[in-house]
């Protein structure tokens, strides 16, 4: 499973979380590409994932199904 973040080629993760909707941290790290690995399964439903690198930082929503 992986997140990818489409726009920008420059654009990258950098310092990430993923959180489930209940607001328990799922997984965190680092990603130097647009791209995030995901270590677990997750069960189906909806998840937040933030992130910042430098002065850049958003937020979005991912379904999971």
Do not use: A, C, P, W
């Not at 950098?14 to 489930?20: A, E, L, S």
């Not at 590409?33 to 991912?62: A, C, M, P, W």
């Amino acid at each position: 499973n992986k997140l990818q973040l489409f726009g920008n080629r420059n654009l990258k993760f950098g310092n990430y979380q993923i959180y489930d909707m209940s607001g328990k941290l799922i997984q965190k790290g680092k990603s130097d590409t647009n791209e995030v690995r995901i270590n677990q399964q997750l069960i189906n439903g909806s998840y937040i994932i933030n992130y910042s690198d430098g002065d850049k930082q958003g937020s979005k929503k991912f379904l999971h199904n």
